[in-house]
């Protein structure tokens, strides 16, 4: 069965740091761009950051460049997620998710179940 | 631009057919993909691209792009069809994804 897992999640101060982790299993996470999407409590989706299949190519939502750091172990079918500087309106259900392509366009066809952060004092 | 807009709420009779719009510049240029989100659950992609739809997910559900415009129609919507549903898409430049700020539908 193909499953993603995410982990990491916690409480924490504003300031302060995390980092989430995401395990794929059952198919071959080397193949696949990763990408980490957020939803804060009652909110709606927001993408986040994502990685190609190599971790040649990195991208991040405005309000989280230079905070966050995305990053891959294809070895060990895992994706990362280093978040510092940490603020009160990171607050949110992380997944991570899996983009899949085809001569029609890309989706993300393969979810975890999320991992929370709260950021608060 | 990198906003794509979705009104928050639509409702539906109960096997009647009801559309969801997103509405962005970046849809001139590129496909929208749907996911439904039920309560305490993760997104499940319900249709992408040139209306395509994942396996298992009912032909009741169809998609359709015209200029900077995708909908999600759903034909024939069921009690289990109650969602938010959210549409994505990369945004102009194409480098970013963004996600509709998600269409509550309730199944009257």
């Known amino acids: 069965e193909e499953q993603l897992m995410e982990s990491g999640g916690g409480l924490v101060k504003p300031g302060g740091s995390l980092r989430l982790s995401c395990e794929g299993s059952?198919?071959?996470?080397?193949?696949?761009?990763m990408t980490w999407v957020r939803q804060a409590p009652g909110q709606g989706l927001e993408w986040v950051s994502s990685i190609s299949a190599s971790g040649s190519y990195i991208y991040y939502t405005d309000s989280v460049k230079g905070r966050f750091t995305i990053s891959r172990d294809n070895a060990e079918n895992s994706l990362f997620l280093q978040m510092d500087s940490l603020r009160a309106d990171d607050t949110a259900l992380y997944y991570c998710?899996?983009?899949?392509?085809?001569?029609?366009?890309?989706?993300?066809?393969?979810w975890g179940r999320g991992t929370l952060v709260t950021v608060s004092s | 631009s990198s906003d794509l807009t979705q009104d928050p709420a639509v409702s539906v009779a109960l096997g009647q057919t009801v559309r969801i719009t997103c509405q962005g510049d970046s849809l001139s240029n590129f496909y929208a993909s749907w996911y439904q989100q039920k309560p305490g659950q993760a997104p499940v992609v319900v249709n992408y691209g040139k209306n395509r739809r994942p396996s298992g997910i009912p032909d009741r559900f169809s998609g359709s792009s015209s200029g900077d415009s995708a909908s999600l129609t759903i034909t024939g919507a069921q009690a289990e069809d109650e969602a938010d549903y959210y549409c994505s898409s990369r945004d102009t430049s194409g480098n970013h994804l963004v996600f509709g700020g998600g269409t509550k539908v309730t199944v009257l």
């Open positions: 998710a899996r983009e899949d392509y085809d001569t029609s366009g890309d989706f993300f066809d393969l």
């Open positions: 059952g198919f071959n996470f080397i193949k696949h761009t």
